[in-house]
T-cell receptor, first 113, second 113 residues
Framework: DAGVTQSPTHLIKTRGQQVTLRCSPKSGHDTVSWYQQALGQGPQFIFQYYEEEERQRGNFPDRFSGHQFPNYSSELNVNALLLGDSALYLC????????????FGPGTRLTVT | AQSVSQHNHHVILSEAASLELGCNYSYGGTVNLFWYVQYPGQHLQLLLK????DPLVKGIKGFEAEFIKSKFSFNLRKPSVQWSDTAEYFC???????????WGLGTSLAVNP
C-alpha cells in the first residue's frame, strides 16, 4: 500500500521564479492538504483540495495556488518566489469526511536564493 | 482563532526517564487531537489520536496521551524513554467542522544513552 509521495525531494529556485510541487495521496484517499513548515516551526496550513476544488484555505497570499486532478493527485504552485518561501512543503492526504485523519508525505525542501 | 501551545521547546532526558510533553489548545467546541512525531530525516508520523470516548489514548511505541477537556490539554507521556525516541514531537488540533490541522511549534526531544 503506497503512502503519500511527493516530488521533487529538494528544489533550489531564484527569487521571482515560479515552482510546482507534486503530491500523490495514499491509496484510497481523495483529499489532499498542503502545509508549509519553516525551520523550527510547526506546519502551517496552506489549503486543502477535494473533488478537484479548493475546500479551505489558510492565510497565504494568492501567489500560492493549487490544483487537484481526477486521480486525486495534487500540485502546489508558488509564483514570484520570495526568500521567505524557503521551507519544507508537506502534503497530507485523508478521506473527505470527518475526522479527516491525515497522513503525511516526506515533503519537498524548497530553497529560494 | 484556534491555537496550540506546546510548553517545552527542547527536552533532554536520559534513557529510562519518564516523559511528559505539554499541549494546550484554544477552541471551545468539539476537537480532534493528534500527536505526530518526526524522527531525524523522516517524515511526520501519527503517534496517537483522540476523537471521542476514553480520554486516555494509547499510541505506538508505548506512548499515551490524556485529553482533559476542562484544561484544554492533551499531554503526551511515556513511562520510560529510549534513545530511539529522539525526535521532534508535534501536537495538532482539528476543531469543529474545520478541515485543517492547527499545529504547535513542536518539542525537540533528545534522549541520551
Amino acid at each position: 500500500d503506497a503512502g503519500v509521495t511527493q516530488s521533487p525531494t529538494h528544489l533550489i529556485k531564484t527569487r521571482g521564479q515560479q515552482v510546482t510541487l507534486r503530491c500523490s495521496p495514499k491509496s484510497g484517499h481523495d483529499t489532499v492538504s498542503w502545509y508549509q513548515q519553516a525551520l523550527g516551526q510547526g506546519p502551517q496550513f496552506i489549503f486543502q483540495y477535494y473533488e478537484e476544488e479548493e475546500r479551505q484555505r489558510g492565510n497565504f497570499p494568492d501567489r500560492f495556488s493549487g490544483h487537484q486532478f481526477p486521480n486525486y493527485s495534487s500540485e502546489l504552485n508558488v509564483n514570484a518566489l520570495l526568500l521567505g518561501d524557503s521551507a519544507l512543503y508537506l502534503c497530507a492526504s485523508s478521506l473527505g469526511q470527518p475526522p479527516y485523519e491525515q497522513y503525511f508525505g516526506p515533503g519537498t525542501r524548497l530553497t529560494v536564493t | 482563532a484556534q491555537s496550540v501551545s506546546q510548553h517545552n521547546h527542547h527536552v533532554i532526558l536520559s534513557e529510562a526517564a519518564s516523559l511528559e510533553l505539554g499541549c494546550n489548545y484554544s477552541y471551545g467546541g468539539t476537537v480532534n487531537l493528534f500527536w505526530y512525531v518526526q524522527y531525524p530525516g523522516q517524515h511526520l508520523q501519527l503517534l496517537l489520536k483522540y476523537f471521542s470516548g476514553d480520554p486516555l489514548v494509547k499510541g505506538i511505541k508505548g506512548f499515551e496521551a490524556e485529553f482533559i477537556k476542562s484544561k484544554f490539554s492533551f499531554n503526551l507521556r511515556k513511562p520510560s524513554v529510549q534513545w530511539s525516541d529522539t525526535a521532534e514531537y508535534f501536537c495538532a488540533v482539528r476543531g469543529g467542522n474545520n478541515r485543517k490541522l492547527i499545529w504547535g511549534l513542536g518539542t525537540s526531544l533528545a534522549v541520551n544513552p
